[in-house]
């Protein structure tokens, strides 16, 4: 029997859990209100990424963000290729012919900037080779994070045989920005790190271990998981949905992530490498197809599936209840997977921390109009309904 005490304890636990949730939503519709005075998708752009539908299409939607950037892209032989900022390509960060980013850096502006990391999704290319049209991508999100006052490091990924070495590979990349990015005028304590796609499953491994970071720490002040999933059991989000998985991984946000992309205008299937940059061999940042991944996600090398226990182990979610490294969740109306709503990962993830208090609820996006590889494509267009509330939030960061 409840005893009368019992039961307003009771009572009063599901008054603060209803407090709490309260909160959360405001939180959210306050950051949600400071991102919808912006510019949206352009009408024409979002009639063709509503007929695209929800899949992932890189060539078709390559071609309609492509008129939107400048004319040169890595492709070209100007000098400078983008005026007033400074490149530094294919800099190793490590053994692997992979382990290199891009550094951008505006010729003017404070001695010390925030920077800003890029963790590519699909087969982990820093630049988009699946047509030429995508040779414009990722180069997009480093000239944008260049215009608002930070350094730019785009990672090249690779992934491994082990269900952590993509993890360790963000590891090395960041700590060696740690100890570098002060020759390109970033502040290596005050930098933020973003994944879209297959890039979560890698980054959202490190950031819930850490044991995988260096002798600094963590490293980030923030982290934006942008239309991805990784391991954070026992939640279990209903469906999944939202991540196309690493090619041959499995795994993700639906059986048919790919569809028909390509046919709509006539471009290239899926992991087409008609883009390769001239003079790359494979295995060569820029090069033909040599499939990266970011790890075998919760399972074990190879894809295989490990045992529950062990997958409950590698969970990143009791590490995240803990970390002062503040959390941006965003996905695409058109991801995969999604219905109308958040993604059933990123509401689960975020239901999940904000148990732990108002304080360590994930900042939400909900892209209005955007796809899967819009929501990257747009980057340093007109279309700021993702960079608008992104650029808002980072500055928020203390």
């Known amino acids: 029997m409840i005893s009368e005490q019992e039961g307003i304890n009771t009572m009063n636990m599901e008054k603060m859990n209803f407090l709490l949730r309260a909160l959360c939503a405001v939180a959210l519709i306050a950051f949600m209100g400071a991102g919808t005075v912006r510019a949206q998708v352009p009408a024409d752009i979002e009639t063709q990424l509503q007929k695209i539908g929800h899949i992932v299409d890189p060539s078709c939607t390559a071609k309609l963000y492509r008129p939107l950037m400048p004319v040169n892209d890595i492709t070209s032989n100007v000098t400078p290729l983008y005026p007033g900022i400074t490149i530094a390509r294919d800099v190793s960060f490590g053994p692997n012919p992979k382990d290199a980013v ?5 010729e003017k502006g404070p001695a010390s900037r925030p920077v800003l990391m890029y963790v590519p999704g699909g087969a982990g290319n820093k630049i988009e080779l699946q047509s030429k049209e995508d040779n414009a991508f990722y180069d997009n999100i480093m000239r944008w994070a260049t215009k608002n006052g930070m350094v730019g490091v785009n990672m090249q990924r690779h992934g491994g045989g082990s269900w952590d070495d993509g993890a360790k590979d963000v590891s090395a990349m960041i700590q060696w920005v740690e100890a570098n990015i002060s020759k390109y005028h970033g502040n290596p304590d005050r930098m933020f790190i973003w994944a879209q796609s297959a890039g979560n499953g890698p980054l959202g491994i490190y950031i819930g271990h850490p044991e995988l970071y260096g002798p600094k720490g963590v ?4 982290v934006i998981f942008m239309s991805g999933q990784f391991n954070i059991l026992p939640a279990q989000p209903a469906g999944m949905g939202g991540t196309p998985p690493a090619p041959g991984q499995g795994g993700g946000g639906g059986n048919n992530l790919f569809g028909n992309a390509g046919t709509l205008c006539g471009g290239s299937v899926p992991n ?5 940059l001239p003079g790359k061999g494979p295995g060569e940042p820029g090069g033909p197809a040599q499939a990266a991944t970011g790890g075998p996600g919760p399972g074990g090398p190879g894809g295989q599936r490990v045992d529950a226990a062990t997958q ?7 590490a995240l209840k803990e970390t002062k490294v503040a959390l941006f969740l965003a ?14 990962f990123n509401q689960t993830l975020h239901d999940e921390l904000c148990k732990v208090g108002p304080e360590h609820c994930p900042a939400m996006l909900f892209e209005k109009g955007e796809s899967h590889m819009s929501e990257v494509f747009s980057i340093d ?11 808002v939030w ?5």
Request: charged share 25%; proline share 8%; glycine share 12%.
């Open 272 to 276: 087409a490498t008609d883009g390769a």
């Open 102 to 106: 891009d550094v951008f850096s505006a």
């Open 331 to 344: 996905s695409a109306e058109l991801d995969p997977g999604v219905n109308g709503a958040m993604s059933p």
């Open 394 to 398: 980072i500055k928020k960061i203390k």
């Open 381 to 391: 267009t007109d279309d700021k309904t993702v960079s608008g509330p992104i650029l």
């Open 219 to 222: 490293g980030v002040k923030g």
């Open 312 to 318: 409950l182990a590698r969970s990143s979610l009791p």
